[in-house]
């Protein structure tokens, strides 16, 4: 079952420290492009992921083609796909390792969730970032020194 319980998605936001946004845009006025900053300024890694803008930069991070390639954990893979493409993000956030996938609000995939969940991940669905973390109160991400 994905997480519904306010403890459970606090504490999730709380351990995460490396989130990968698939579907990240370089365009402002998409929702990507202003949570990506958001959890930035909160003190997250953020890692862009987007085939169609491969190559280029948003927020100061370099845009990667697909999860595989980033090379480092990652906790949370939030999903900013349709519904129907949310699988394939599902799929490569098990093949990493990530710890979590969040799917943003709109984007429900029960089969996907399933999945993730068998292989051991925690998923949050048709929820975003931004709004829990202030919702709940998650604190800022301490710089580490």
């Given at each position: 079952?994905?997480?519904t319980r306010d403890?459970?998605?606090?504490e999730?936001?709380?351990s995460a420290r490396t989130i990968a946004v698939v579907g990240?845009?370089?365009?402002?006025?998409?929702?990507?492009?202003?949570?990506?900053?958001?959890?930035q300024d909160w003190g997250y890694r953020v890692l862009p992921v987007n085939p169609q803008i491969t190559g280029e930069h948003v927020h100061g991070e370099y845009v990667w083609r697909e999860l595989a390639q980033i090379g480092v954990p990652i906790d949370i893979v939030d999903i900013f796909r349709r519904p129907e493409a949310a699988g394939?993000?599902?799929?490569?956030?098990?093949?990493?390792?990530?710890?979590?996938?969040?799917?943003?609000i709109g984007v429900i995939n029960e089969e996907a969730?399933?999945?993730?969940?068998?292989?051991?991940?925690?998923?949050?669905?048709?929820?975003?970032?931004?709004?829990?973390?202030m919702r709940l109160r998650v604190p800022q991400i301490a710089a580490e020194v």
């Open positions: 079952m994905p997480l403890q459970d998605i606090a999730l936001l709380t990240a845009s370089d365009r402002p006025n998409r929702p990507s492009y202003g949570v990506m900053k958001f959890l394939d993000a599902v799929d490569q956030a098990i093949f990493v390792g990530a710890k979590a996938v969040w799917m943003q969730a399933a999945r993730a969940e068998a292989a051991g991940l925690r998923v949050v669905m048709d929820r975003c970032t931004k709004l829990e973390i």
